[in-house]
Every structure is written in structure tokens, then in C-alpha cells.
């Protein structure tokens, strides 16, 4: 059995690599990167492919190895240059994930420690790190010091981890489900949606609150409908409000939804997943006026903060609350139970395991300091304004509401053609021509173009090189239609 152990250990120590092995896979691997960053300002945002990557399955997992030099190559190949390039300044279409270049070292060091951040015993410096992050959000969005949180994969998490916790904290059982009612607006994020199936509340009568005409959900109907509901034996419990929506960008009124909530006694939740690391700008304060009534917050650091994709948060004030919903001690962690100075991921979440998402967002934050993601996220709010004021000057064009953050939507109305199948052509020829990406949205059965000023890369000469691309697209499209 010795001579056994003795072969096997010779093999299972190729996982352990020394030193002059890991130097030439890091010289490689930063190597591609440089190129990968260095390229940006004249690489594509968008790349149509016939194959769409699949050289990929040429390298299906198999006994022998591969050469690092050939693994980058088919990555550049089968996935940097094929669909949407999320790290192109370009980028103006989905609301992209940032990938500020620290984050990818906080990534590089996490994985290498490997620090299991999901209880305080295990791992307290990064338990501690981790809800210091939560801690200096919670201050952002005026929550008290008792307030808690986690760092989700993103906001679809985060949505059904706020959601969860108000079924609990409402003792809604599932003989009630049927009379617990939940509001939101049509533009509410499709994640609020999958959070109600998920949480086992597809019976849950749901009411989609009218809209004003900024699009925005109308307090003065919210609080119509909770009345009637309660009129009827029904049991509201829910509300969801967002902070800057997917489709526009619009802010419901948060204050005046807020007072409804306190008044009804229901749980008001505010999706900011987009928008509310904007409070990071002062003069959009008075947006934020009642936020920190909300019993919920969602925060998606990869979005206005620019961190890779994977970086979520969900702030919940009333900590009881959040541990009734997820606390279980299992029998073989209960070496953990003395070790309660901080509270442990693990209690306020779905994840039990989970990746120590807080050093790609530490790293940066203490390397940069606020003050650049601060000009950061005010130069795209001017940047969206002057496209928008540019755009519905040029003749032909219609734009939506005024843009309260940084998303606007716009569309080409020819005199002599039908505007939605006009503009379905438009939005391709923009993407087929790759420089920018943009992507298309349906309001009232509307077909509208938008464009999501979000990426820390895109500057003015981005939006001027969008201008461009447009009127020369509408007059090779209107040529041809002719």
C-alpha cells in the first residue's frame, strides 16, 4: 500500500506547481492580459461570428495536458472575439460589468489564499473585510449601524435574499400565499420575477403598479390598489421599487413609496442594483431622499461601480430579520458557535460555500480611493445628457424621457416607413458594425433604441463615434428602403 500511496503522491503533486512553472504561467497569463487591455481603444464592442466559438470543443477536458500558449489562443480566439466585449468602452448596450484591472488581482490573490469566507471561525480577517464593505454601503445608503448585508453573486440574489427575508419577517406560511399580495411596475427587473417563483410564491396575487409619464411607478396608484387589496381580505405584504431601471433608467419615488410602506405595514424593497452607487455623486441626493426607509437594498458593484461580473450585495436593515430567514447550525459546525464577533456570511444568505467576492472590491476601492469612481459616475450622467441633447436635435429623431441617470432610449421616425421595422434595422446595422454596441427595448409596444452610458472606459469620444454611426446608418438604410 506504501508503494501505492508513494505513485499516486508523485502524480497528485503536478497540482502543486513550483516556483519556476507558476513564473512562466504568470508571465503568460499577464502577457495576454496587457494585450487583452491594451487593445480595447481599437478592438471591437460587438463581433459577429459564423462559428460563434466552437474551436472551443476542441479542447474538452481529457487525460493529458495542454500547453498554456494554446489555451490563450483559443481564449482570444472562441471568446474574446466572438458576441459582446463587455470590457470595450463601446459598450453602451446591457448594462456591462466594469472589470477594473485591481479587481482582477483581488480575484488572484482570493483564489490563491483561498480563504473560506462563509464563517467568521474560518476565516475572520476576510469575514471582517467583507462586512466592512457591507458596512461602509449601509452608511452610503443611510442605514443604521446595526444594518447588515451580503456580497451576492449579483442582483438576481440579492432580489430573492430580500424577498425570502420578508416572507419570514411577514410569518407568511404557504395556506397564505394566495392572499399575499406584491407590487411592483412593469419595468421592474425580470430577476424581482424569478425571485417570486423561486421563494415559492407563484400563487401571490402580483399588481403592476400604472406608470407616470417618466415611466416611473405612481405612488398615488401603489397606495389605490394596497387600499382596495386590503378591502378585500387580501394581506399586501411587498413592495418593489426601483432606483433606476433596467429599460430607462427611471428612479420611482422612492420617498413617497417609502411613507406608503411605513403606513401599511408592508416590506419596501428597493432594487438599486443599477443606480445606487450613484449617491456617490452629490448633487443627485435628492433622488435618494427616503432610501433609508427601505427595509431592502440591492447594489450591484458590477455595474456603477465597475467590478467584474459576480459582484452583488443585498443590505438588509433589520438584522434579526435577515438570520431568521437563513440561520441553521449544522451539527458538524458547531466548533463555529463561540466564534460570533462579526456575523458570518453564511447566516444571511442561500451560500454556504461561497468565493471571497470582498478582495475584488476592497482592493480597488483602497487603491483608487472614492474620488475617480465619483468623477467616474458623474462624467457618464453628463455624457448620456449631451448624447440625448445631441440625438433629438438631429432630424428624424424622437427620444424618450429625460434621462435621470444614465440610460436614454431614442428611435429614427422616417416620414414614409413603418418606425419599429426601420429602427429593428437600425439597432442591427449598429451592431454589425461593432465599434458600439447598443441594444433595443419595447415600451408600449414601442420599439425603442437604448443606450447605457455605464463602462468606466467610455468617454466623449466614444459618444461622438455613436453619433456618427448613426446618421450614417440611417442614410444607407433610408437609401436602400428608397
Known amino acids: 500500500m506504501i508503494d501505492k500511496i508513494r505513485k499516486l503522491e508523485k502524480l497528485s503533486m503536478l497540482l502543486d506547481p513550483g516556483l519556476s512553472q507558476r513564473t512562466k504561467w504568470n508571465s503568460k497569463v499577464l502577457d495576454y492580459s496587457n494585450t487583452f487591455i491594451n487593445k480595447l481603444q481599437t478592438t471591437k464592442a460587438f463581433f459577429y461570428s459564423d ?262 450585495t443585498i443590505l438588509i436593515k433589520n438584522k434579526e430579520k435577515s438570520l431568521k430567514a437563513f440561520q441553521y447550525l449544522a451539527d458538524y459546525m458547531q466548533d463555529t458557535i463561540d466564534a460570533d464577533e462579526e456575523i458570518s456570511p453564511a447566516d444571511i444568505s442561500p451560500e454556504q460555500t461561497k468565493h471571497f467576492r470582498g478582495m475584488r472590491m476592497w482592493l480597488p476601492l483602497k487603491l483608487f480611493g472614492l474620488k475617480p469612481f465619483r468623477a467616474a459616475l458623474e462624467e457618464k450622467l453628463y455624457l448620456t445628457r449631451y448624447f440625448y441633447d445631441k440625438i433629438k436635435k438631429i432630424e428624424g429623431f424622437e427620444v424618450g424621457p429625460e434621462p ?17 421595422s426601420f429602427n429593428e434595422k437600425l439597432i442591427k446595422a449598429i451592431q454589425k458594425d461593432g465599434r458600439i454596441f447598443l441594444s433595443s427595448t419595447n415600451i408600449n409596444d414601442v420599439f425603442w433604441i437604448r443606450i447605457a452610458v455605464v463602462s468606466f472606459r467610455t468617454h466623449l469620444v466614444h459618444i461622438e463615434l455613436l453619433l456618427d454611426i448613426i446618421e450614417e446608418n440611417v442614410r444607407k438604410i433610408s437609401i436602400e428602403l428608397n
Not at 488572484?108 to 454601503?137: D, K, Q, S
Not at 433608467?249 to 438599486?272: C, N, Y
Request: aromatic share 8%; proline share 4%; glycine share 8%.
Open 404 to 420: 435621470e441617470l444614465s440610460i436614454a432610449i431614442f428611435r429614427y421616425v422616417p416620414t414614409n416607413r413603418k418606425a419599429d
Open 51 to 312: 462559428e460563434n466559438g466552437k474551436d472551443i470543443f476542441n479542447l474538452d477536458i481529457e487525460e493529458k495536458s495542454t500547453g498554456l500558449t494554446s489555451l490563450l489562443d483559443s481564449i482570444t480566439k472562441n471568446i474574446d472575439e466572438v458576441g459582446i466585449n463587455p470590457a470595450s468602452g463601446g459598450h453602451m448596450g446591457y448594462i456591462p460589468g466594469g472589470g477594473l484591472y485591481p479587481s482582477a488581482l483581488g480575484d488572484f490573490i482570493a483564489a490563491v489564499n483561498n480563504r473560506y469566507a462563509g464563517v467568521f471561525f474560518a476565516a475572520p480577517g476576510a469575514v471582517r473585510l467583507e462586512n466592512m464593505l457591507i458596512r461602509w454601503m449601509c452608511r452610503l445608503m443611510g442605514y443604521p449601524d446595526e444594518a447588515t448585508g451580503n456580497l451576492t453573486s449579483g442582483g438576481s440574489i440579492a432580489n430573492l435574499v430580500a424577498l425570502v427575508t420578508a416572507r419570514e419577517a411577514h410569518n407568511i406560511k404557504a395556506r397564505d400565499f394566495d392572499k399575499s399580495v406584491i407590487y411592483l411596475s412593469e419595468q421592474a427587473h425580470h430577476s424581482v420575477l424569478k425571485a417570486i417563483r423561486i421563494a415559492g410564491l407563484s400563487e401571490a396575487p402580483i399588481r403592476y403598479i400604472p406608470l407616470d409619464e417618466k415611466l416611473r411607478l405612481s405612488a398615488n396608484e401603489l397606495e389605490k390598489a394596497i387600499i382596495k387589496d386590503k378591502e378585500n381580505g387580501l394581506m399586501p405584504f411587498f413592495i418593489n421599487a426601483s432606483f433606476g431601471t433596467t429599460n430607462t433608467g427611471a428612479v420611482d419615488p422612492i420617498e413617497s413609496i417609502a411613507h406608503i410602506a411605513i403606513k401599511h405595514k408592508l416590506w419596501f424593497h428597493v432594487d438599486a442594483a443599477y443606480g445606487g452607487f450613484f449617491k456617490l455623486v452629490t448633487k443627485l441626493n435628492s433622488k435618494f431622499e427616503g432610501i433609508q426607509q427601505a427595509d431592502s437594498i440591492t447594489l450591484d458593484p458590477h455595474k456603477t461601480l465597475f467590478l467584474p461580473f459576480g459582484t452583488g
